[in-house]
């Protein structure tokens, strides 16, 4: 059983910022990426940024990109994204994913956290 569990989101005004974590954990073997979805109110669920663990690279939306610099700390199984000048257009519940290689399975699955609210308002 593998679980991501998400915290920092909350309400912020327009300019604040934010920082969102999401641990793994549980009968992980390896982690081969982590990242943040985001799903606005009436909108379908779209990427934010996600990290590949071999060689580090991460891909960001184009809304997010020079703005969000996401982070990982391989050992603690953590990803962080930092949210900074944020806009009331941010505001969506944000989702972890990680794509992981469970002891038990012995093959890659993607798994989610529950989500969390980000509100940007004045």
């Known amino acids: 059983q593998v679980q991501l569990v998400e915290s920092g989101g909350g309400l912020v005004q327009p300019g604040g910022s934010l920082r969102l974590s999401c641990v793994a954990s549980g009968n992980i073997f390896h982690i081969n990426a982590m990242g943040w979805y985001r799903q606005a109110p009436g909108k379908q669920r779209e990427l934010v940024a996600v990290s590949l663990t071999s060689g580090g690279s991460t891909d960001y939306s184009d809304s997010v990109k020079g703005r969000f610099t996401l982070s990982r700390d391989n050992a603690k199984n953590t990803v962080y994204l930092p949210m900074n000048s944020l806009k009331p257009e941010y505001t969506a519940v944000y989702y972890c994913?990680?794509?992981?290689?469970?002891?038990?399975?012995?093959?890659?699955?993607?798994?989610w956290g529950q989500g969390t609210q980000v509100t940007v308002s004045s």
């Open positions: 994913i990680a794509g992981v290689v469970p002891r038990d399975i012995w093959r890659l699955r993607s798994y």
